[in-house]
Each structure stands twice: as structure tokens, then as C-alpha cells.
Nanobody
Framework: QVQLVESGGGLVQAGGSLSLSCTAS????????MGWYRQAPGKQRELVAE??????????NYADSVQGRFTISRDNAAKTVFLHMNSLKPEDTAVYYC?????????????WGQGTQVTVSS
């Protein structure tokens, strides 16, 4: 059974920082790209950041809106992905979801966590 368990959401003032973590079980973590998505009320779910491992190196990409403020990282041994969020803005308020996407052709199923609320007050 695959589980992605997020933690670290909460309420923070604008300009503040918050860190999220997501621990996976039931998947071969190293062959999954791990991402963070978010969904604000009335809006579509959007990719915030994603990180993949290949040949002992990690490759990350970010949405333009968070570039330079958010940092995604992963610990393959702990099967955990992190999202460090700095200089938070009210528009960052959303439910943040952890996502696992296989990076090998033989696997096709992606997985979602249950989501964690991040609220940034102005």
C-alpha cells in the first residue's frame, strides 16, 4: 500500500518561512520524481516544485511564482521530500499536496498525499 504522508503546514505571517515534509512508503522512492503541488480555493491545482534523482544527482524545477523563494530537496534514504518556503506571500495560501511520479517507463501510476494547509496572513 502506497502512502505519502505530509506534515508541516500551518499559519504564518507574510514574509515568514515554513517547511513541509512528505514521507513515502510502499514505493521505490529513488525512481520517483517527487513534487509539491498546491491548490487554492477556486483555482486549479498547480505544480510548485519537483525533484528527481538520476545517477546520484538531483534535478529540481520550480514554478516561476516560487523561484528563488522555495527550495525542494529530497532524502532518498529516508524516503522524504522537503519544501522549504521563504518570503511567503498571502497568494501562497493553499492546500499543498505531495506527489510521486515514476521516472521509469515500466511504471505508470502516480500517487498523491492527503494535503496540508498553508495559510499566509497579510
Amino acid at each position: 500500500q502506497v502512502q505519502l504522508v505530509e506534515s508541516g503546514g500551518g499559519l504564518v505571517q507574510a514574509g515568514g518561512s515554513l517547511s513541509l515534509s512528505c514521507t513515502a512508503s510502499g514505493i521505490i522512492f529513488s525512481i520517483h520524481a517527487m513534487g509539491w503541488y498546491r491548490q487554492a480555493p477556486g483555482k486549479q491545482r498547480e505544480l510548485v516544485a519537483e525533484i528527481a534523482s538520476h545517477n546520484s544527482a538531483n534535478y529540481a524545477n520550480y514554478a516561476d511564482s516560487v523561484q528563488g523563494r522555495f527550495t525542494i530537496s529530497r532524502d532518498n534514504a529516508a524516503k522524504t521530500v522537503f519544501l522549504h518556503m521563504n518570503s511567503l506571500k498571502p497568494e501562497d495560501t493553499a492546500v499543498y499536496y505531495c506527489h510521486a511520479r515514476p521516472t521509469v517507463a515500466a511504471l505508470t501510476t502516480s500517487y498523491w498525499g492527503q494535503g496540508t494547509q498553508v495559510t499566509v496572513s497579510s
